[in-house]
């Protein structure tokens, strides 16, 4: 099993191009009259009294200024089903693990990653840097352990949904919150799936995934709830390994291990090609997709695709 997680540490060798966008704020007069408020407020309004994600604060210390801040905010932006159908969606499209797979699978990839990371970073930078000055509201889907909060923070004022449904990924991911330096009330974790996020339309500046499309169930689907939720010019920063070229050794590989790796690495998918589905996603304003050449070792998830989509 650790074999296979460990496939997860790749290295990209390549540069992506400039990629500035420019995002444009077009919410609706609610959105605009509370843009100033902060962030926990924003936060504490879009999750009912009762939800399982309001409970499940954060444990990080943000708790209680999150509880104090008032619920009857105006501004309402955000969508969220009721507790019990919320969990639902996310048992319908995630698949269900005992928590001690849960428990191992966040661990894995707290520790298992750090070389990856390390060797991605540049690359990450740069793909990070189209957020500068124009995200305020950021939603990372499957964000994991949180390796890509860091990347944040050189927007002062960011607030971070980060969305996941192991909900065991969310110590980790409020501990790279506070070590990147994330404003406590700056972030907020949220158990919840790509294929029916818990927010509403056109409320968000950025959506972010890294190595995530590869798990979802719907592909389509998820890329469809980010386009919604994306305000009218709002960008889309993606990350994925991606399947080996048709009839190539490699593919052949991944093919005969693709089931294996569901198994063991939470549904993740060798064979995607996830570079299509997001070509196909028909982002408005226009997506760049480069791939990335891949040299060390996981082999089996070599391909990458990286890039940015604008709605
Ligand atoms: C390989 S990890 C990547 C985590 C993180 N983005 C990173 O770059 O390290 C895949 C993540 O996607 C999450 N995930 C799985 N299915 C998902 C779904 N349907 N919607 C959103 N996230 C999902 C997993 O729980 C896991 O945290």
Known sequence: MMMMMMMMMTQVQSTPSSLVSSLTYTPRLAIRASRDHVCADTLKSHIPSGSSSSRSLCSCGRKHFLEAASPKMPFVPIYYPNASRSKDVSETFHPQRPDWYK??????????????????????????????????????IGVGTGPNLKY???????????????????????????????????????????EAIPLDDDSVDAVVATLVLCSVSDVTQTLNEIKRVLKPGGIFIFIEHVAAEDGSFFRNIQNVLDPLQQVVADGCHLTRNT?????????????????????????????????????
């Open 275 to 311: 570079g299509l589905y997001i070509s196909a996603a028909g982002f408005g304003g226009g997506t760049e997709i480069n791939t990335a050449a891949i040299y060390s070792f996981p082999w089996i998830i070599r391909p990458h695709v990286y890039g940015v989509a604008y709605k």
């Open 152 to 194: 944040y923070v050189s927007n002062e004022n960011v607030c971070v949904f980060g969305m996941d449904p192991n909900h065991k990924m969310e110590k980790y991911a409020c501990e790279s919150a506070k070590e990147a330096g994330l404003k406590p009330e700056n972030f907020r974790f949220i158990q919840g799936v790509g």
């Open 103 to 140: 428990e191992l699978f966040a661990w894995f990839l707290s520790t298992g990653m750090r070389s990856y990371e390390a060797e991605i970073a540049d690359y990450k930078k740069k793909l990070f840097d189209n957020l500068t000055g124009k995200a305020e509201k950021v939603l990372e």
